[in-house]
């Protein structure tokens, strides 16, 4: 009974060690990709323009925030463009130190994991944080509002969500139109 006991909470303990390892190593991972990100882009940036940096504060916080959204965009990149040479090497190792201490962390668990946490931030680039950053550089607050990031922030969100419904709308004519009837995109509204 103690065996078991015993066994099942060194089960346990191990998979709690893998977790917090792989997680770890996304950390440092996301951190190396952004710092060269953020190398790459402050290396290209226009450095010439004075409204940039301008004296209102608002302009060089939404500025900041872009700056910060793009550079995080394209460290995901970085990584999606990386992930493929990185999972066959990985393979390459593990087949051919399939008992070296050195290269027991780099398990499947961690190459899926990659591959998870790649396609999430890809999709949260793509369709969130890029079309958001966008909305927000060009925002400047709804008209009787007070200034500030806030009404910035209000203004990109409404008109964020608005093209988000003609997209959606858009979609739900066009798959009417051609007759597409196996694709249940909309299967969320069924229950409206």
């Known amino acids: 009974m103690e065996e078991e006991e015993e066994e099942v909470?060194?089960?346990?303990?191990?998979?709690?060690?893998?977790?917090?390892?792989?997680?770890?190593?996304?950390?440092l991972l996301i951190i190396l990709l952004y710092f060269s990100s953020y190398v790459i882009?402050?290396?290209?940036?226009?450095?010439?323009?004075?409204?940039l940096y301008s004296n209102d504060e608002d302009e060089v916080l939404v500025y900041r925030i872009s700056f910060w959204l793009c550079t995080f965009t394209l460290a995901v990149a970085e990584g999606a463009a990386m992930l493929l040479p990185v999972s066959i090497a990985s393979n390459e190792v593990l087949l051919l130190y399939p008992n070296s201490y050195y290269v027991k962390w780099l398990n499947s668990s961690l190459i899926q994991g990659l591959w998870n946490h790649v396609f999430l931030f890809s999709n949260l680039s793509l369709f969130i944080?890029?079309?958001?950053?966008?909305?927000?550089?060009?925002?400047?607050?709804?008209?009787?509002?007070?200034?500030?990031?806030?009404?910035?922030?209000?203004?990109?969100?409404?008109?964020?969500?608005?093209?988000?419904?003609i997209v959606l709308v858009l979609t739900a004519v066009l798959s009417a139109v051609f007759g597409i009837e196996k694709f249940q995109f909309f299967w969320f509204l069924n229950g409206i």
Do not use: W
């Not at 958001?132 to 969500?161: M, N, P, Q």
């Open 41 to 51: 882009v402050s290396r290209f940036r226009r450095r010439d323009r004075d409204d």
């Open 129 to 165: 944080f890029l079309p958001f950053v966008y909305l927000f550089s060009e925002s400047t607050g709804f008209v009787g509002h007070k200034k500030g990031i806030l009404a910035r922030v209000y203004e990109t969100f409404i008109v964020f969500v608005l093209m988000a419904i």
């Open 9 to 27: 909470t060194d089960l346990k303990l191990q998979l709690f060690h893998n977790t917090v390892r792989e997680h770890i190593i996304f950390l």
